[in-house]
């Protein structure tokens, strides 16, 4: 969770700099062409300066929410967040393995699955030898869980 963290620190850096540097610098240009009715260049930057405005605070919004988390507060025992699980899916008749991440670092090519995607939900709170039955936009999966590796475990590298 500390990556991404100081991932949206660092793009809540580079948002705020264009916003208080880069934007301002823009405008002005613009303004000096004269008549702003007609002016593209001017209204070009006061959209980026909009959107710029609403992207920084849904990325502020999304540090409280984070920063709120209590590592303390995940089960040693049940599925969770930063939990690598290892699952047969009976549907594929394959062994799998899962890491439960953020939203931001999800990554379903090199297994990292969101706590807020389909199977992410539906293995939450489930225990070692669980079977979850799973609707994703491919179709109905169950799944058995084989291993479990909650935040507090070392677990393997899932790539």
Do not use: C, W
């Amino acid at each position: 969770m500390l990556d991404v963290t100081k991932k949206l620190e660092e793009q809540i850096r580079a948002l705020e700099h264009e916003l208080t540097t880069e934007l301002p610098a823009e405008i002005k240009r613009a303004v000096a062409l004269g008549d702003l009715s007609e002016n593209a260049e001017y209204h070009s930057a006061k959209q980026r300066q909009e959107f710029v405005n609403a992207h920084l605070g849904q990325l502020k919004k999304r540090m409280a929410e984070l920063s709120l988390v209590d590592l303390r507060n995940i089960p040693n025992d049940r599925v969770g967040f930063g939990s690598t699980i290892v699952v047969f899916d009976q549907t594929k008749e394959e062994e799998l393995t899962y890491k439960l991440v953020t939203s931001e670092e999800s990554d379903v090519t090199k297994g990292l699955i969101s706590t807020t995607s389909p199977i992410g939900r539906a293995l939450v709170g489930k225990q070692l030898g669980d079977e979850v039955t799973v609707v994703t936009p491919n179709g109905k999966r169950i799944l058995e869980i084989l291993k479990l590796y909650t935040i507090h475990d070392v677990a393997p590298v899932v790539e």
